[in-house]
């Protein structure tokens, strides 16, 4: 049982938008930024989102994210065959002390 | 651009303490302002913390896993480590190390990751 809480799947076409949900807590996402990764089958996760919106260098535009009290989304526009992977989001826990990961949205794109 | 490397033992008997290494390139682990976290995935499931050590040396760990772990770094080395002790079948996880300058949740740097497996 994950802190944070993803659909465990997602799916779309080509060229369309998806999003992904993230809900959490006042002590987590509701009181610190929250951070996405996306993760390649077989590969290490790759940071695609930090401080709620900010992408890092190199990260397509098409991702963005959002934060709204105790909840985020991430946000995929124009879905390219090679977005298809987990993601994750991930806050720190005031009341934890600890960094809290969602259990993971696997995305299709069909 | 900050490299990571993970290296340790694949296979871990029950009851004994996991070590792993990560070996920092391309960067100093003690230039300050990073937070340098381990991280574990079980087979076909999501993503689990398990602590970091911040530059300053301070550490935080998952409270479930705390009594079991340690973080520490090597600067004269540029490593950094993970023990877990008392491991069970439960520990045998992919172990990624990974590295942030600007959140503990969010790091920019990640490892290879490396398959711990516990058996006897």
């Known amino acids: 049982q994950s802190v944070l809480t993803q659909p465990p799947s997602a799916s779309g076409t080509p060229g369309q938008r998806v999003t992904i949900s993230c809900s959490g807590s006042s002590s987590n996402i509701g009181s610190n930024t929250v951070n996405w990764y996306q993760q390649l089958p077989g590969t290490a996760p790759k940071l695609l989102i930090y401080?709620?919106?900010q992408r890092p260098s190199g990260v397509p535009d098409r991702f963005s994210g959002s934060k709204s009290g105790t909840s985020a989304s991430l946000a995929i526009s124009g879905l390219q065959s090679e977005d298809e992977a987990d993601y994750y989001c991930a806050a720190w826990d005031d009341s934890l002390n600890a960094v809290v990961f969602g259990g993971g949205t696997k995305l299709t794109v069909l | 651009q900050v490299q990571l490397q993970e290296s340790g033992p694949g296979l871990v008997k029950p009851s004994q303490t996991l070590s792993l290494t990560c070996t920092v390139s391309?960067?100093?682990?003690?230039?300050?302002?990073?937070?340098w976290s381990w991280i574990r995935q079980h087979p076909g499931k999501g993503l689990e913390w398990i602590g970091y050590?911040?530059?300053?040396?301070?550490?935080y760990y998952n409270p479930s896993l705390k009594s079991r772990v340690t973080i520490s770094v090597d600067t004269s080395k540029n490593q950094f480590s993970l023990k877990l002790s008392s491991v069970t079948a439960a520990d045998t996880a992919v172990y990624y190390c990974?590295?942030?300058?600007?959140?503990?949740?969010?790091?920019?740097?990640w490892g290879q990751g490396t398959l711990v497996t516990v058996s006897s």
């Open positions: 990974a590295a942030g300058a600007r959140l503990a949740a969010a790091a920019d740097y």
């Open positions: 401080s709620n919106n």
């Open positions: 391309g960067g100093s682990i003690s230039s300050g302002g990073y937070y």
């Open positions: 050590i911040y530059y300053s040396g301070s550490t």
